[in-house]
């Protein structure tokens, strides 16, 4: 997982001087395989912190040291459970989620089986020859994967070379398995440039997103990720079930290390090793709030409280004309306001009024 906000992906892109005004946050006309399903459909895990590498912008902080990884028994029972809130979308994410390939190809199958359409994201460290790349990309066809979500960027290059990710590329074309890629820009527009051509993104098209500031080192990608008031904030991309790999679980999958801006706020759902996967499955479908999230663009609801009469005088003096990098960061701002309860309330009640609440296993 790098910096960006997440789908994990995001809307395509296209090279040139203006692509990260244009394509920096989610919209509409994303059509990558992930925005063919509903958020309230969908599951990321995030197997592991643990990577092979140690990217500067990675979101998630994440190193060959880290230790922590969802047990196989508790992503395969969240699994099972799921189904009956509505599930049908799963993606493994991580740290790098095919660390131990033989663990998820266990997993992929098991959802496979379960009647999920199943994706990864990789950083692409087993394409080191093509007959290896080609070998693994078929075990993972043959297990059930649906698409792969390959990282590519200069953050990355350090660590995974560009060899790899072609070597990747050209696997899942061979063998006939969606291949989207994850492009984060870096501050040198000379390798971008190089990457890009390398990879033809051009012609293939890329995913990218919003800039996330959960838990990583954002300070280079901030000066040149631009930022949105919240009535030009469409994204909605990022508004799904996150698992972490302590167990701790988001109605959002910017998930950091800590996650302490999550905390005290609707997006906390619980942990499956406290709270137990039904409850936190129930506080997700129960939530007016979530719904709401899942559903509709900071952008529309920004129009409503700025014309809100409780809160519309606070909210166009502090917050209407404020800019953000992403949805998210938008929402925590609203959730961590001396305002925050009051708020809560509104936005529930208007999703409420507005909504029919799903059926559990809608
Ligand atoms: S490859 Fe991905 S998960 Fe691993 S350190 Fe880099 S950004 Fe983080």
Redesign the pocket.
């Known amino acids: 997982?790098?910096s960006l906000s997440s789908c994990d992906e995001e809307k395509p892109g296209r090279f040139d001087g203006s692509f990260l005004t244009e394509n920096s946050n989610r919209n509409e006309t994303a059509d990558g395989v992930c925005f063919e399903y509903p958020n309230h459909t969908k599951i990321d895990f995030l197997l592991t912190y643990q990577?092979?590498?140690?990217?500067a912008?990675?979101?998630?902080s994440?190193?060959p040291y880290r230790k922590e990884w969802l047990e196989k028994e508790e992503v395969i029972s969240f699994l099972e459970i799921a189904r009956n809130y509505g599930k049908h979308y799963v993606s493994f994410t991580?740290?790098?989620p095919l660390l131990h390939l033989p663990f998820a190809l266990d997993l992929i199958r098991e959802a496979k089986a379960r009647g999920y359409a199943v994706f990864s994201?990789t950083?692409a460290y087993w394409g080191g020859s093509e007959k290896k790349a080609l070998s693994i990309a078929q075990e993972l066809k043959d297990a059930g994967l649906d698409g792969l979500f390959p990282?590519a960027d200069a953050?990355?290059l350090p660590?995974?070379s560009l060899t790899k990710v072609r070597n990747v590329i050209d696997a899942c074309d061979a063998v006939g398995l969606t291949c989207e890629i994850n492009y984060c820009p870096g501050p040198d527009h000379t390798l971008n440039a190089q990457i890009v051509k390398e990879l033809d993104l051009e012609a293939r098209g890329f995913f990218s997103d919003g800039l996330s500031l959960n838990g990583n080192d954002v300070e280079d990608l901030k000066s040149y990720f631009p930022k949105r008031i919240p009535a030009e904030l469409h994204d909605i991309g990022s508004m799904h079930l996150g698992v972490s790999p302590r167990g701790d679980c988001f109605a959002n999958v910017d998930i950091s290390y800590d996650n302490k801006e999550f905390e005290g706020t609707p997006f906390s759902l619980g942990s499956i090793r406290r709270e137990g996967i039904e409850e936190v499955l129930t506080r997700e479908a129960g939530d007016p709030l979530i719904r709401l999230m899942q559903e509709t663009s900071p952008a529309i609801v920004d129009a409503h409280l700025s014309a809100d009469p409780e809160h519309q005088e606070w909210y166009n003096s502090l917050i209407a004309t404020r800019e953000y990098y992403s949805s998210t960061e938008y929402w925590l701002e609203l959730f961590h306001s001396d305002r925050k309860e009051g708020l809560k309330r509104t936005l529930r009640d208007l999703q409420v009024k507005n909504d029919t609440p799903r059926g559990m296993s809608a």
Request: charged share 10%; proline share 0%.
């Open positions: 997982m790098n990577c092979n590498a140690s990217c912008h990675c979101i998630t994440s190193n991580g740290g790098e994201d950083n990282s953050y990355h660590f995974i």
